[in-house]
């Protein structure tokens, strides 16, 4: 698969550097078995107006490789607390910062209390005329991620000198999750950006198809936040608004819809969504070559809003086939695949 890199420059300016961490000892030896050619697809399904869904029959989901036929996962469960590393955008420019809706630090803060786990971490990015990092994968703790997220709000860095918003978008939107997307790719755990945005990307030289290449190399999911006018005024859609739409629900993500006063339940809701997601897993068909391919989603007999991460197929790694802790793949349990793929940027 096609890798990018960002185009354009982005100006970093480090707020808050994470604390260093000192080795533990006495750990106690442990074989690790890995399975060749594993693929895991995190898969959000929601109900009618999207709402969350009881738990679904896991015998029941389907999967299409590249337009192929159906298959049954060979394994399904729910996303729990694997670890999420999560990147928070706040859109501080012109175009957005009336519409934010963050007056302050503490949803955010009480989102790091009440839902994430102490296995979880976070980045804190702000952007204007610069785009400042306040806090770089830190554990997520309340009080640490109140103190980024008030130093994202109040700097006048991320402003260029200024109180406010000058500038428009002097560092484009796409540009932004180019250098976030990278940043993300270099940590474990399940890769999430939740972007406070209107989505709006200005004058980038980035593509939407090549942000969506390098989203998907990442394996992460986008999430936007944004202020709820446009739910009711569908017609004032604009095409930049569309596209930002687009990019959430092909990463398996969406666009939450919500004011400052019902911030805090919907912030709540994003980490339970992102708990509540399926991981399908299954082996690597035989013949699908290393790089971007389509995947369908279904459920059979429901009708949900079914959208699954984007699937990357990585290149076999012939260290790591030759381990002798490695658990090769039974090649009667290779699914089907098909003969439609989404074109080699």
């Not at 869904?53 to 192929?68: A, E, H, N, T």
């Not at 006048?156 to 997307?181: D, E, M, Q």
Request: hydrophobic fraction near 40%; charge should be neutral.
């Amino acid at each position: 698969m096609r890798r990018f890199r960002a185009i354009l420059p982005v100006t970093m300016f480090l707020c808050m550097a994470a604390a260093g961490q000192s080795p533990q000892g006495g750990t106690v030896p442990y074989t690790l078995h890995v399975y060749a050619d594993l693929v895991q697809v995190p898969t959000l399904v929601l109900g009618a107006s999207m709402k969350t869904l009881p738990q679904v029959d896991i015998q029941k989901f389907r999967v299409s490789l590249d337009s192929g036929p159906r298959f049954q996962p060979t394994h399904v469960r729910l996303e729990g607390d694997d670890p999420i590393t999560l990147a928070i955008l706040l859109d501080l420019s012109d175009n957005n910062a009336s519409k934010l809706p963050l007056a302050s630090s503490q949803p955010l803060a009480a989102m790091a209390l009440g839902a994430l786990r102490p296995q979880d971490h976070v980045s804190i990015y702000s952007l204007d005329c610069n785009m400042v990092r306040s806090a770089n994968n830190i554990p997520a703790d309340s009080n640490k991620i109140k103190e980024a997220i008030d130093q994202a709000l109040q700097s006048t860095t991320v402003h260029r000198g200024k109180s406010r918003a000058t500038c428009g978008n002097a560092v484009p939107l796409w540009n932004a999750f180019s250098f976030i997307v990278q940043r993300l790719a270099e940590q474990p755990g399940r890769r999430v950006i939740l972007a406070f945005t209107d989505g709006y990307d200005g004058h980038s030289n980035i593509s939407r198809d090549d942000i969506e290449s390098l989203i998907t190399d990442g394996g992460v999911t986008v999430i936007g936040v944004s202020n709820p006018i446009f739910d009711y005024f569908p017609e004032s859609f604009d095409d930049w608004e569309r596209a930002f739409s687009v990019l959430c629900q092909r990463s398996g993500g969406l666009i939450l819809r919500t004011t400052d006063k019902e911030l805090p339940q919907t912030l709540r809701r994003f980490v339970d969504l992102l708990r509540g997601r399926y991981i399908l897993e299954f082996p690597r068909p035989s013949v699908m070559t290393p790089g971007m391919h389509s995947i369908a989603v279904t459920l059979e007999g429901t009708r949900a809003f079914i959208r699954p991460s984007s699937l990357t197929v990585p290149i076999p790694d012939p260290a790591i086939l030759k381990d002798p802790t490695t658990i090769p793949s039974d090649p009667s349990r290779k699914p089907p695949f098909g003969k439609h793929a989404p074109p080699q940027q």
